[in-house]
């Protein structure tokens, strides 16, 4: 199935910022050998995220707006405020 006319934007207004502190989490994946299974936990570790919401294309007819969020790094989530236009590359 395609999609005519549908694109991610690339630039919009800033209208949201979010945080997520890293954590670990454990993972259980057991390893089997013939019949037997063998418990196996692993520790994986997720790092420290920012992401800014930005919209653009008000649609009057369904009224909404096109929206995207983006990772970015703690340096540009720092430098852009709630309101302020963000170009992605």
């Known amino acids: 199935m395609f999609l005519l006319g549908c694109s991610r ?3 919009g207004e800033v209208y949201s910022k979010d945080f997520y502190k890293a954590y670990d989490e454990e993972v259980y994946s057991p390893i089997i050998v013939g019949d037997i ?5 692993t520790t994986v570790h997720h790092n420290a995220r920012w992401s800014v919401d930005i919209r653009n294309n008000y ?3 369904d009224d909404n707006w096109q929206t995207r969020r983006v990772f970015v790094s703690k340096g540009t989530w720092d430098s852009y405020t709630i309101g302020d236009w963000l170009a992605l590359n």
């Open 37 to 41: 299974s063998i418990p196996n936990w």
């Open 9 to 11: 934007i690339q630039e």
């Open 59 to 61: 649609d009057e007819v």
